[in-house]
């Protein structure tokens, strides 16, 4: 399943009993870290102002800008309870 949202898409993944979303940026954020020294994230905030962040997990990323993360069944209870009011995407460079 993809979202397309104003230059962002979204990426939802089920593999065997693990969940990830995926968080895709055709602006120049820098590289998608997982170093802990410089790690990127993606923060959702939604309209009820519960703010929900995902850490990329996946290798250094220095291309369009794709952030992995792992998705939890509390991650999505809290997705549904509300719409999604912004998105930040964090790379090493920009936001």
């Known amino acids: ?3 397309r949202l104003a230059k962002v898409s979204i990426e ?3 593999l ?5 979303i995926w968080f895709h ?20 905030k939604l309209i009820n102002g519960d703010i929900i962040t995902f850490y990329h997990i996946g290798d ?3 291309g369009n800008f794709s952030l992995v993360a ?9 997705l549904k309870k509300s719409p999604i009011k912004t998105i930040r995407l964090s790379g ?4």
């Open 12 to 14: 939802l993944q089920k």
């Open 16 to 20: 065997g009993n693990l969940k990830y």
């Open 70 to 78: 792992n998705l939890s069944s509390n991650d999505i209870a809290r």
């Open 25 to 44: 940026s055709y602006k120049d954020l820098g590289c998608a870290s997982s170093y802990s020294n410089n790690k990127s994230y993606v923060k959702i």
């Open 92 to 95: 090493t460079e920009y936001y």
């Open 60 to 62: 250094l990323d220095c």
């Open 1 to 3: 399943m993809i979202f």
